[in-house]
């Protein structure tokens, strides 16, 4: 090294003492994963020691729309039993799993020793704010408890609130071409776009009691002034939300990297949110007593703070996950029912029989829709298929185990090392032959006529942590869903594509949305 400059010298020194604090770790590693009598998990893409060949396969699987599935068959190529397998992202190792025992694991029986990963939520953080989403530990608890009290069965169950809002799509869908007197069909529609505005509406007023009112912006009209701001640019949130969340999930798993990677529309987008969501913040603040607001998750975090960012982050994150996920839900159990006539004509029975097929009758009762069985079982289906969380991801605290994934068989247990990612592959479990068999990827409502919940159906998490709006989001799906079979006594699909494509986001959402024509039920 004598011909070699100073500067080069320590280089060359630095890269020999990394490589052997990676032997040293990979060494310990190896001997306690021994003394814990764990086998290793099967490779996801073997020799792929960078995972540079699983990032450029991943992305082109996520750019054709069809990443759950790719992910899918690259577990069951790991080998028989493949379900829990180990990869590379960069210098990381990390722990894929569609194993409900070890899902239960990371979630609830060992779920002190996981956390979310500084790194990423970092990232996402950018979006939301810290807040219940974000937070872990004490300050979780702290944020959880703030907005628990929002999310009362009374709140949860507002009719009134999905009604108002359910109105105004249909205003929105029956304004899209229809032929009343010849035929009742409308034109090819989109549903998942009209979803979409309509969850947001529901969103914003249930978290901030100020609807967006993307479906009906005169509405906005109404709304009192606020001193010194100018009215947002509500029209196109719903846009850069969609917009935000998709460049998030590109960028996430480079954690602290991701700065690398610039983005001026990305800036732009979250620029637009947050002016969104400090103007409606800073109306419910106001308190202007001539505009009747409803109560709302904000005048419940109220009791607890004045301080408007905390306020703005808390609302951020349950408006992150409110809308989202129910759009998700809705338009993918449409999605299928649109490809089964018969099924469909089967939940119209069932309605009939719960509550009537008067479309114009009055505000179905909560009850009754929970109670009605083939109404829950299509929803339960659509949360399987369409997986709206698709992924959980959790960071290992400590060195810990995780029961099943090891050896050549898969059922031994594997040690996990201190800082490792773990993947809850949602999507890919509720997908798995052997646990829903063969005609696994149909949708057959009947199938949870006998099948009760388990840790293999686990479609909003688990644990302390498990989302906390789920019921809100049911309550909003069986109530649309009721109301349009009330509506329309037939749904076309016009997709020449009868499979699903993926929009991977934060949730999944399909890429060809919901193409289908709607017959108007005639009026009795």
Known sequence: MSGLSLRSQLAFLGVLAYCAFVIVRWSRQK????????KPART???????GLKRIKLRLAAKAAGNLPQFICKSMDE???????????????RLVTTRDPQNIKAILSSQESHWGLGTTRVAVIATLIGWNVLTYEGEAWKHSRSMIRPAFNMSSISNMNLFEQHARQLFRQIESHGWDYEKTGWSSRMDLQMFYTCYTLDVATEFVFGYSAHSQNPDARAEYPEIEGKAMPDFDSLGQTLEDTADWLTTIAPLGRWHMIIPNR???RNLKNIRTCTRWLVDGAMQGDKSFDRPHSVMDEMRRQTSNATVLENQACGVLFAARATTTSLLAWTTFYLSRQPATYQKLRAAIQDQVGLDADSAIPDMSKLRS?????????EGLRLGSPIPFVSRTA??????????GADGTAPIFVPK???GILNLFAMHHRTDLYGDDVE??????WEKRERDWAMSPFGGGSRICIGQQFALNQVSYVLTRMAQRYDMIENVDPILGPRYRSLVTNKSANGVQVRLHRARRT
């Open 372 to 380: 009605c069985d083939y109404l829950q079982h299509c929803i339960s």
């Open 397 to 406: 605290l400590q060195d810990t185990v995780l029961p099943r994934g090891g």
């Open 44 to 50: 996801e893409v073997p020799g792929d020691y960078l």
């Open 31 to 38: 001997l306690q994963a021994r003394r814990l009598d764990c």
């Open 442 to 447: 149909d949708f057959r409502p009947e199938r």
């Open 78 to 92: 790991a080998g028989v039993n493949a379900h829990t397998v180990s990869g590379a992202f960069l210098m990381n």
């Open 419 to 421: 800082g490792t990612p």
């Open 265 to 267: 529309a990305f800036k």
